[in-house]
């Protein structure tokens, strides 16, 4: 059995009764009652992932960026070439993206996870190799990769999640990166969603209405091919989510997917980033429902997929300043929100502590 399957096998639903102890502890805290406002609710629901009140102060965090290359660029999806993957991944390495300077402020450790680049993207101390395929078939032509690749790059992501687990993290960051990769995302969206192309598919890195055209009728090829169309399509999609995931997704989503399950079987929090981490959740949660317990939503990005997606889980974005660049960056500036709203449970006196009455 594959590192997937066992955190599969491995998944706790969270214990809701908890929810319900965190909010009458928050009630003891020196604070009018709900002021805090969503951080409560944070707080509350890191409780249940842990069973215990106050939760863990989910530090250190680590964020993994899984990069993969996409057949179906070949479509004129986006006007940016397949090689600049792995010469984003390059700059990962070197410390100069957005990621890295998020997750430096927000004291997080960051790998890169090479899960399906089309070549090879040099060395680095945080770069980690787990190349399945280099890139995927195009999905308006036939699957993106086969069940067995599909399996091999959920065994990946899980077992990222599972090394930094052990080296101490306890709180995992979902990033991503690959030239297309929104296309595969409104792809999966729209398979598990029933929603017309139209309706999921954006701008990515800012494409024209010719392109987003172009754009929304790859989306429609690859799902149609399959029948995964309207609400009957998505039952169909729900109850094969691994079909799905292989023909249409792409090797970051496997990753991203197979990475939030053994998080989630980790007992720990998993922060989604934006519309590619979104759509791999969907993967994860037709899997196995209990996942989505573990799952916070760092921000809202500004594709429409997205908030579908985040919809379809049961999450409320903790963030939304209007961001649509991927890499993990959202997810992360969430961080230090999550860490805050524990440590609020485990530090601020209680009104008998302080002495104070009425």
């Known amino acids: 059995m594959g590192a997937f399957l066992e955190a599969v096998g491995s998944l706790r639903p969270v214990d809701n009764r908890l929810l319900e102890a965190a909010r009458q502890w928050h009630l003891k805290l020196t604070k ?15 409780c249940a992932m842990a069973a ?5 102060l989910a ?12 057949g179906v660029l070949s479509q004129g999806v986006s006007p940016w070439p397949a090689e600049v993957t792995a010469q984003m ?19 997080a450790d960051l790998t890169v996870v090479d899960i399906g680049i089309a070549s090879d993207p040099g060395r680095g101390e945080n770069l980690v190799s787990k190349k399945v395929r280099r890139g995927t078939a195009d999905i308006t032509q036939g699957d993106a990769m086969t069940p067995d690749e599909a399996m091999a790059a959920l065994d990946a992501g899980a077992e990222v999640a599972a090394e930094l687990l052990a ?16 296309t595969p995302s409104a792809a999966l969206v729209a398979a ?25 009728e790859a989306v429609r090829r690859a799902v149609a091919r399959h029948g995964w169309q309207g609400p009957s399509g998505a039952e169909a999609a729900a109850a094969d989510p691994l079909a799905v ?6 090797l970051e989503h496997a990753g991203i997917a197979g990475f939030a399950m053994a998080g989630a079987a980790g007992g720990v929090p998993v922060l989604l980033d934006g519309l590619i981490s979104s759509s791999a959740a969907l993967v994860a949660a037709a899997v196995a429902p209990a996942v989505t317990g573990y799952l916070l939503a760092g921000h809202r990005s500004v594709e429409p997929g997205a908030s579908i997606a985040l919809s379809m889980l049961g999450l409320d974005p903790i963030l939304d300043l209007g961001m649509r660049l991927g890499e993990g960056s959202g997810a992360c500036l ?22 104070i009455k009425g």
Do not use: Y
């Open 192 to 216: 598990f969603s029933g929603q017309q192309p139209e309706a999921v598919t954006g701008r990515g890195t800012g494409i024209d209405d010719d392109m987003w055209a172009v754009k929304v």
């Open 52 to 56: 215990r009140v106050p939760p863990p």
């Open 167 to 182: 080296r101490g993290a306890r709180c995992l960051v979902c990033g991503d990166m690959g030239i297309g990769n929104t």
């Open 32 to 46: 009018p009652a709900g002021s805090l406002g969503v951080l409560e609710e944070i707080g509350a629901r890191m």
């Open 334 to 355: 969430a961080l230090p929100v999550v860490q805050v709203a524990a440590r609020i449970m485990s530090e601020m006196a209680t009104f008998d502590s302080a002495g």
């Open 245 to 250: 995931l292989a023909a249409v997704g792409g």
């Open 59 to 70: 530090e250190p965090a680590a964020v993994a960026v899984f990069a993969a290359d996409h």
């Open 89 to 107: 991944v390059a700059n990962f390495l070197g410390g100069g993206a957005a990621i890295n300077v998020i997750a430096k402020a927000a004291g």
